[in-house]
């Protein structure tokens, strides 16, 4: 299940991003900026990896600077401490014309900036979601309702029953929201598709690339402005589209080396001349969990005509949990392994990627299915819930006439 919240996904993946390359500079920018609340004082800047204070004399400050690219993307704070910051902030899309800006110091992210055409597309697409939100704000309102209620149950250290058990409450929720994120997710790509000339449709294609297929999301890439595709987010979205090819039908499955839930060798050619449905799940996964009892009646109809069932389980953090799991949903009778996520000491850095079998596969959402053939080929991939229908009609077909 996929939420979008487009705006904090922009602010939180992009804060410290830099949209910067080693091409001939662009040109300058100048932003001449009016501050209401604050006569005398600082605001700071950041610009990438830059850091930066400016003085705001008479209620005016000015921010110069160059930009190798096209457009970039800058934040403008009371403070350098992102611990303080909350979302009183303003962030922006700029470009290498002049611009102005006003800005409220009790609330920063009020601030409006004019100038900028790749702003200016996101003040129009970020109205659009807006409007669709507003038709959810009851779902919406029942969703934070439980997320609060799940941290403060982990807060006050409540047992694993009741955490499980809102949980469950938290899956509900989600899925009363699906339509929204539907409709949040339709509008991105009509954008795309309206506007392939604007640099905020690269920004989106990141942020919806993993709810497209290699095809889709390719076309999208070819369709967008050249003179974007030499920066930092053009690297990131052709490795992404590329990373796609793994695990899609047609393509050879991933190989893999690893243990299985007791401890024995297990490797993807142990499964040739048979078909294998990879699950991809976690313990914590709600959804997963809920559809395991249909993946029971899927195993016991078609295991005797030679479907085999491996389960691949992000849960190398809790190997407990997944082990509990999987006696709990009494799925122990096909094979488990994890999926070997590794990280390097206190830090989020992945490390050893190759042993990861999820990277393999190009696996962003849980649950994911993938079929897999005789001949390691990669028959058919069901991202999420939604394909289970799919799921159920191609074993069908497959295994009819065994």
């Known amino acids: 299940m996929k939420i979008l919240n487009i705006i904090k996904t922009a602010v939180l993946c992009l804060l410290f991003q830099s949209f910067t390359n080693e091409c001939e500079a662009q040109g300058k920018y100048k932003i001449d900026g009016t501050v209401t609340g604050l006569k005398e004082g600082k605001i700071y800047v950041l610009n990438g990896n830059k850091k930066d204070s400016v003085k705001v004399s008479k209620g005016k400050f000015q921010i110069n600077g160059k930009i190798e690219d096209p457009v970039e993307y800058i934040v403008i704070a009371k403070t350098l401490d992102q611990r303080k910051m909350n979302e009183k902030y303003a962030s922006f899309y700029i470009e290498a014309v002049p611009m102005t800006v006003q800005i409220n110091y009790a609330d920063l992210s009020s601030a409006k900036l004019k100038g900028s055409k790749t702003q200016d597309d996101i003040y129009k697409y970020n109205a659009g979601i807006e409007k669709i939100k507003s038709k959810y704000k009851k779902e919406l309102d029942q969703f934070d309702a439980v997320r609060k209620k799940y941290d403060d149950a982990r807060t006050a250290k409540k047992s694993e029953e009741v955490l499980e058990a809102i949980k469950n409450e938290d899956s509900d929720a989600r899925d009363r929201l699906e339509p929204m994120n539907k409709e949040c997710e339709k509008a991105a790509f009509q954008f795309m598709k309206d ?150 000491e206190g830090t989020h850095e992945k490390i050893n990627i190759d042993q990861d079998i999820d990277e393999g596969y190009n696996i962003h959402v849980l649950p994911t299915k993938i079929l897999v053939g005789p001949n390691g080929i990669i028959v058919a991939r069901y991202d999420g819930e939604e394909d289970e229908a799919k799921m159920d009609e191609d074993l069908k077909k497959i295994f009819t006439n065994k």
């Open 195 to 344: 506007n392939p000339k604007s640099y905020y449709s690269m920004y989106l294609l990141r942020s919806n690339s993993r709810n497209l297929k290699y095809d889709e999301a390719k076309a999208f890439y070819d369709s967008f402005n050249p003179l974007y595709k030499k920066g930092e987010l053009a690297k990131y979205l052709e490795k992404e589209i590329e990373n796609m090819k793994k695990g899609i039908p047609g393509a050879l499955a991933g190989p893999f080396n690893t243990k299985d839930i007791n401890g024995n060798p297990i490797k993807l050619d142990d499964f040739k001349g048979k078909y294998v449905l990879i699950d991809f799940w976690a313990s914590w996964c709600v959804p997963c969990r809920k559809g395991n009892p249909h993946l029971l009646k899927l195993y016991a109809e078609y295991k005797p005509k030679g479907l085999e069932i491996l389960g691949v389980s992000d849960d190398d953090r809790d190997h407990d949990k997944w082990k509990k799991a999987v006696e709990k949903d009494g799925i122990g009778v096909w094979k488990h392994v994890l999926r070997g996520l590794q990280f390097k």
